[in-house]
């Protein structure tokens, strides 16, 4: 692939979630994020194929890459999401509808990952993609990191992404599953047992990048603790997904 192709399609079918066509595509990998947050990792898409994520979310159709997520609101009103869709998925739903991005396997695309740090699901639920994707897409990265609000209904993702809560109760019932956990505190709410502050968020200094820590990595990753985040600002309202932006 030439290096000038900044990512790649890696799965083109069903969703995993509602059987609609999607589309899933690798952003970033001829050179970084800008993000400071989530560093030089490589982002993940995960889209409507048939529509653009603008009218997915206008329709309700965001239900096939979304899933039962809370955050994407009712057609477009009370969504709590901080994607904000008009503007990455967007641009990047558009580029792939040019022909931008060429398709290559998940084999491929493994090779062009290598060495380098992979975000499932900057946009969409990673579960919204068959795991044997992922599965194939991580083998030779240096860290991975993804969150699914879909772990309730399914443990396929354990090791590779961590139980979105919002609650200490969901954080709880996640944990009894199995999962490691990322979940956001209210103001005032402390560190549960075996929870740490996410070390890029700003309670805890911003001291590090997603692609450094690598902590959300599930149960595969070197870290065991879970984390949380204190929700800030804007995303005081939200949840895990947006905390973490
Ligand atoms: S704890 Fe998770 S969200 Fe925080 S910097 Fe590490 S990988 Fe990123």
């Not at 961590?162 to 990322?182: N, V």
């Not at 001291?207 to 800030?232: D, E, M, P, Q, Y």
Request: hydrophobic share 40%; aromatic share 6%; glycine share 10%.
């Amino acid at each position: 692939m030439s290096t000038k192709v900044n990512g790649f399609v890696f799965y083109r079918g069903p969703s995993m979630l509602d059987g609609s066509p999607i589309i899933a595509i690798a952003t970033g990998t001829a050179k970084g994020s800008r993000n400071a947050k989530t560093g030089g990792e490589v982002q993940t898409w995960i889209l409507r194929d048939d529509l653009s994520p603008v009218d997915a979310v206008k329709v309700g159709a965001d239900v096939s890459i979304c899933g039962d997520c809370k955050h994407r609101g009712m057609n477009g009103t009370a969504r709590s999401c901080y994607v904000t869709v008009f503007q990455a998925p967007l641009v990047v739903w558009k580029a792939a509808k040019r022909g931008l991005y060429p398709d290559v396997s998940p084999e491929a695309g493994a090779a062009i990952l290598s060495g380098k740090v992979l975000r499932l699901g900057s946009y969409g639920d990673p579960a919204a993609v068959p795991v044997h994707v992922w599965r194939a897409l991580v083998a030779h990265v240096e860290g991975h990191t993804g969150y699914t609000h879909q772990w309730r209904t399914s443990d396929a993702l354990r090791d590779l992404c961590m139980a979105s809560c919002d609650s200490a109760f969901e954080q709880e019932l996640a944990t009894a599953q199995g999962w490691r956990t990322f979940r956001v505190m209210a103001q005032g709410e402390a560190l549960l047992p075996r929870e740490i502050s996410c070390p890029a968020s700003k309670e805890a200094g911003a001291k590090t990048s997603c692609s450094a820590c690598k902590a959300c990595g599930g149960t595969s990753a070197k870290a065991k603790v879970n984390i949380a985040i204190l929700a800030h600002g804007a995303a005081s309202k939200v949840n895990a997904f947006n905390a973490r932006a």
